[in-house]
């Protein structure tokens, strides 16, 4: 199994500000992901940042917008920048350590609630 | 990618059985089928995972017929503390990163 926590674990920011959202993981894993998750609504993956490659971004998701960092097999940063209210949502990274014995089982983190004003 | 369907939201009494049924007419040959749990303020955690017939765990059961374009996830006895956001996810298990469309998911709520 794999432990993760974020930081932070919710904000308020102004709109056309920048924030950064760290993601921890107490154990080495090479894939890792960052979702989005609208109130109510399903998860949307935004990226996988996998370590030592630069990020693959899904579909309605851009680098300038959402860049990544993946310095290490532990760690990760997703910024959200340039921020409108149509970006509050929760904010959550998952890994996939691969060693659960069942197949592409993700692990997550709690998330971080973003509210811009 | 399969596309997975399910029914938006589900009531059900506490020490009631409830099965969740998800469509994915599209799944692959080496696709396996795995729902994950969401409680509010929580990320998703893996509840079971299967290929075929049927599966069982200590908190569920999984039931997926011959042609699999289908699943059930049979929760025994709930409680209240089941209410939570059920999703089934379809993906090749041969490779790793390959299970990660989330469909809208089941919203469960028990009832006392």
């Known amino acids: 199994s794999a432990v993760i926590s974020q930081k932070p674990s919710r904000d308020i920011c102004q709109r056309g500000t920048s924030l950064t959202i760290q993601c921890q993981v107490d154990s080495q894993v090479t894939m890792m992901f960052w979702y989005r998750q609208q109130p109510g609504q399903s998860l949307t993956l935004i990226a996988t940042?996998?370590?030592?490659?630069?990020?693959?971004?899904e579909s309605g998701f851009v680098i300038d917008k959402f860049p990544i960092s993946r310095p290490n097999l532990t760690f990760s940063t997703l910024t959200v920048s340039n921020m409108s209210p149509e970006d509050s949502s929760i904010y959550l990274c998952s890994v996939e350590p691969g060693t659960s014995g069942r197949y592409n089982e993700q692990f997550f983190g709690p998330g971080t609630r973003l509210t811009v004003l | 990618l399969a596309k997975t369907t399910q029914p938006i939201s589900m009531d059900s009494y506490e020490g009631q059985e409830v099965n969740i049924t998800c469509s994915h007419n599209?799944?692959?040959?080496?696709?396996?089928i795995t729902w994950y749990q969401q409680f509010p303020s929580q990320g998703p955690r893996f509840i079971i995972q299967?290929?075929?017939t049927k599966v069982t765990n200590e908190v569920a059961s999984l039931f997926i017929p011959a042609d699999r374009k289908s699943s059930t996830l049979s929760l025994p006895r709930v409680s209240l503390s089941d209410t939570a956001v059920y999703y089934c996810?379809?993906?090749?298990?041969?490779?790793?990163?390959?299970?990660?469309?989330f469909g809208g998911g089941t919203r469960l709520m028990v009832k006392p």
């Open positions: 299967g290929y075929k």
């Open positions: 940042a996998n370590q030592g490659s630069e990020a693959t971004y």
């Open positions: 599209n799944i692959a040959t080496n696709d396996y």
């Open positions: 996810l379809v993906g090749d298990g041969n490779n790793a990163g390959n299970m990660l469309t």
